[in-house]
């Protein structure tokens, strides 16, 4: 049995000072002020002095080791000891050539595969606890945020699909009712091969008005609508009274 251990750095590597500076200041207020988290670097130590963590690059393995909390690339933090595993040092380094394979740097991933969720694999592996959560909480929290946004874009996009399918099918069953009815009493006429019914010739003309009806179906009436409308009512009128003949009235 050996000791499993956690380091955990503050990722101060972006070349600015400013930046850096930043990020050590949110560290302490969301981890050491509130317990809630911050933007943590992570390795993990089994058999040796090495730590072992996972990290960008183009070409080959993501997975590399450092001399235990001395990565230069980071500020020093911590160190967690996270339990103790049964595995041999044969098996870490067996481990270790395992995941070298699986985790290769080009698919390094910010939110979704970090050098904390390489940690937590191998701790897995190991036996032994994972990282606190907060340690990685704002990598999982950013995660879930984007897959909350693609799911809800993609269930938009599937609702507007099924409306216009629906409404397709919808007209197409009251095309058919009314070209039953048409052809229904049309007499016994037999209809020409390679013509249309009257019915049929319709059909485009009538798709476009019933999508669009479709649309304004939902569409409020405004008091300007109304007042157009009547506007029309009482001119239609005037013009019926105007046009209508003279008739000579029985007493006169």
């Known amino acids: 049995m050996t ?3 956690l380091h955990i750095y503050d990722v101060t590597n972006s070349g600015s000072e400013k930046t850096n500076n930043t990020i050590l200041q949110i560290n302490r207020f969301f981890k050491d002020g509130i317990g809630l988290g911050g933007i943590f670097h ?3 130590q089994v058999y040796g ?3 072992w963590s996972y990290g960008f690059c183009e070409q080959g393995t993501g997975v590399f080791s ?3 909390s001395k990565n230069p690339m980071y500020t020093y933090r911590e160190k967690i000891v996270l339990g103790k595993t049964d595995c041999t040092i044969f098996m870490v380094n067996q481990i270790l050539r395992d995941l070298s394979r699986e985790w290769p740097g080009h ?10 969720h390489f940690c937590d ?3 897995d592996v190991l036996g032994v606890p994972k990282l ?3 340690v990685n909480r704002f990598a999982h929290a950013g995660d879930t945020a984007l897959e909350v946004a693609g799911n809800t874009a993609m269930r938009i996009k599937q609702a507007k699909t099924e ?3 629906a409404s397709k099918v919808a007209y197409r069953f009251l095309s058919n009712v009314t070209s039953n009815v048409t052809n229904g009493s049309s007499n016994g006429l037999q209809q020409r091969p390679g013509t249309l019914t009257s019915s049929e010739n319709g059909n485009s003309r009538l798709q476009g008005s019933w999508f669009k009806g479709l649309l304004n179906t939902s569409k409020p009436s405004t008091s300007t609508d109304i007042d157009n409308k009547d506007e029309d009512e009482n001119q239609q009128r005037k013009q019926s009274r105007d046009s209508a003949p003279l008739h000579h009235s029985a007493f006169g």
Not at 109 to 116: G, M
């Open 49 to 51: 002095d090495e730590e």
């Open 66 to 68: 450092c001399p235990s």
């Open 163 to 165: 409306i216009v399918s």
């Open 3 to 5: 000791e499993v251990v």
């Open 132 to 134: 606190p959560g907060w």
């Open 121 to 123: 694999v191998l701790c």
């Open 42 to 44: 992570s390795a993990i």
């Open 107 to 116: 698919s390094y991933d910010l939110l979704s595969k970090n050098c904390n």
